[in-house]
């Protein structure tokens, strides 16, 4: 059975950083795509990032690009989001996908209907 559990929610502060780790079982992780999503109060959930099951890939909603990045430690089974200059309108919950085909990747893992397995989900508050 596939799990997905995230890691490394919080307060913090504007300005502040914080990682996020999803551990994943169940599949050969390193053959899957994988993705980060959020869903703030009365707001429909939202991409934030991807990577593709080749590393070297990665896609970023234009909200986050240049202070989010997401990694992968195929060997820990592991995905990351590192989190840096937060401000509160990233104030959400936020979730980690895994793609429901193995070895395919490409600018379609910003749709959430790439996914078939999501995470519980972990809280960001991010304070003013």
């Known amino acids: 059975q596939v799990q997905l559990v995230e890691s490394g929610g919080g307060l913090v502060q504007a300005g502040g950083s914080l990682r996020l780790s999803c551990a994943a079982s169940?599949?050969?992780?390193?053959?899957?795509?994988m993705g980060w999503f959020r869903q703030a109060p009365g707001k429909e959930r939202e991409f934030v990032a991807a990577i593709s099951y080749i590393s070297s890939i990665t896609y970023y909603a234009d909200s986050v690009k240049g202070r989010f990045t997401i990694s992968r430690d195929n060997a820990k089974t592991t995905l990351y989001l590192q989190m840096n200059s937060l401000n509160p309108e990233d104030t959400a919950v936020y979730y980690c996908?895994?793609?429901?085909?193995?070895?395919?990747?490409?600018?379609?893992?910003?749709?959430?209907?790439?996914?078939?397995?999501w995470g519980q989900g972990t809280q960001v508050t991010v304070s003013s």
């Open positions: 169940g599949r050969t992780f390193n053959k899957y795509s």
């Open positions: 996908a895994q793609s429901g085909q193995a070895n395919h990747g490409g600018s379609y893992l910003r749709g959430s209907d790439a996914y078939d397995r």
